[in-house]
């Protein structure tokens, strides 16, 4: 296929020669009802905020234009089919496991997930089936899954019916994806894999390896990450022994039927844009992180990290695009310095939790930017941890995992006759929700799962810190829903 074509950013310009005249949604009429909108997003954007018609195809029916752009992202990444999304890549994540899985299937996953793939089991009632993975305790971060507690896991729960990975972790770290896709095939087990970090290991060069070009199932690949697409767009992509047409049902159980060609063809752009410039794109984003990470590293006590970590199993591969920093060897929590940045310094990070920072570098950088990231951290260093002679690491926790008591399904959990109370109080109980820092989405508490002493204490000193907590029902944080009469 050639693909320096974009069928659907070929067919807005089409329209917009047109001149057609508007008698249905969005009712803005390319601009014209909505002056204030208009003037804030320019003309050029309203024109082309248009719905299905028989030129632009149809998100939910595919015949022309959409699925030809479909076509060319499916072989720009070297898969059997590529679905065009627009819920982000939580839609992506979601429809790969309603694809899946129905109530009572098993699933092996990773604990350390979205909240996307949890929320995907509350809806259809599937089990999971945790893999602890491994955690660096100096760092604070979970890592990938070793290939080891993979094989147990499948030999423990052989009607499983699939496994998921991160590949990679938002922290950059990959586990031996082709070993455990092998694995998990060699027992009729299907391989799902979360790629919303790792659009551009189909691009670039000397990267870990791919979903598809490990022979996965599914990748759920936010191109609107690393791959510059407009945000809340996502591709998902699917191996050749899924079946497409089912999988697209299943998307349109709860994809809008309203598709913004906004999201659609920036999608389309974004995916010529890599299949004809990727490989120089990430090349010029690694040459940054690896400039970034060597001066970070030379302002000293910080640790930003990098391939040095890998061990061959649970950080089997690292992707060295991102820009993870430990800063507790200055005396400041992750989230700390992130606030600082932003605060001070006008920096605005990925984000920070206990231990780490994460700087999303990409093509939109330049050495400049680095530059004054690399300045801020120095000033940091000596007015925080110099000058107020803070004593390093000290009394701050790291700690990022904490293993999960699963007492019952998430959706069990979610859908259970609940009672409110307060922190303290529900020590013991069995939770009905959800509570995670965001970013990065990773549940500490996800429905059906016990709540204990030390994922409270968690709780309270990630509040004080300053972390941005969410899920509960209660929007404090102070109360949490747990089944009711039970413990
Ligand atoms: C690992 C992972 N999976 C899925 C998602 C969901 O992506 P989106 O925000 O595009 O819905 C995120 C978002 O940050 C993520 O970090």
Redesign the pocket.
């Known amino acids: 296929m050639d693909q320096r074509k974009a069928p659907i950013y070929e067919a807005l310009e089409e329209l917009k020669s047109m001149r057609l005249v508007p008698f249905d949604v969005p009712g803005h009429k390319r601009g014209k009802g909505n002056k204030e909108l208009t003037d804030f997003l320019g003309e050029r954007c309203m024109t082309v905020d248009v719905n299905s018609m028989k030129l632009l195809d149809n998100l939910c029916h595919p015949i022309s234009v959409i699925r030809e752009a479909e076509e060319l992202a499916a072989e720009a990444f070297g898969a059997a089919h590529a679905f065009f999304m627009v819920g982000?890549?939580?839609s992506s994540?979601q429809a790969m496991i309603l694809s899946v899985l129905k109530a009572k299937d098993k699933i092996i996953m990773p604990r350390n997930v979205?909240r996307?793939a949890i929320n995907a089991l509350v809806l259809c009632g599937a089990i999971p089936v945790y893999i602890n993975p491994q955690t660096n305790e100096q760092l604070g971060i979970s890592l990938g899954m070793t290939v080891a507690d993979v094989k147990a896991a499948i030999l423990a729960n052989p009607d499983a019916k699939a496994v998921f990975v991160?590949n990679p972790t938002?922290y950059g770290i990959c586990s031996n994806l082709k070993e455990i896709t092998k694995l998990a095939h060699e027992h009729g087990m299907k391989v799902l894999v979360?790629e919303?970090?790792g659009t551009h290991f189909y691009f670039g060069e000397n990267m870990p390896v791919s979903a598809m070009a490990a022979g996965a199932d599914f990748a759920s690949a936010?191109m609107?990450k690393s791959g510059g697409s407009l945000t809340?767009s996502?591709f998902l992509l699917c191996g050749k022994d899924v079946n497409a047409n089912y999988v697209r049902q299943v998307i349109n159980l709860t994809q809008t039927t309203s598709g913004s060609y906004l999201l659609l063809s920036s999608l389309d752009l974004s995916r010529r844009n890599l299949s004809q410039n990727g490989r120089e794109i990430f090349e010029k984003v690694t040459m940054l992180a690896e400039y970034a990470r060597e001066e970070i590293n030379q302002i000293g006590d910080y640790y930003a990290y990098s391939r040095e970590l890998i061990n061959g199993d649970s950080i089997y591969d690292f992707d060295v695009t991102k820009l993870s920093v430990n800063t507790l060897g200055i005396g400041l929590a992750g989230i700390e310095v992130y606030n600082l940045l932003r605060d001070e310094y006008e920096i605005q990070i990925e984000f920070g939790d206990l231990g780490n920072l994460l700087a999303y570098i990409s093509v939109g950088d330049t050495k400049k930017n680095i530059e004054r990231l690399i300045g801020a951290l120095s000033e940091i260093r000596r007015r925080y941890y110099l000058d107020k002679g803070r004593s390093g690491k000290g009394e701050l926790q790291s700690h990022e995992y904490i293993n999960p008591v699963v007492a019952c399904s998430p959706q069990e959990a979610f859908y259970a006759d609940k009672t409110s109370l307060t922190l303290e109080e529900s020590i013991g109980g069995i939770c009905c929700e959800f509570v995670m820092c965001y970013?990065?989405?990773i549940p500490i508490l996800a429905p059906g799962e016990k709540i204990t002493r030390e994922i409270i204490d968690y709780i309270t000193y990630s509040k004080e810190k300053g972390s941005s907590l969410t899920g509960p029902e209660d929007m404090e944080i102070t109360r949490l829903n747990v089944m009711k009469g039970v413990r």
């Open positions: 982000g890549t939580t994540v979205h996307s991160n938002y979360d919303a970090h936010s609107h809340q996502s970013p990065p989405g």
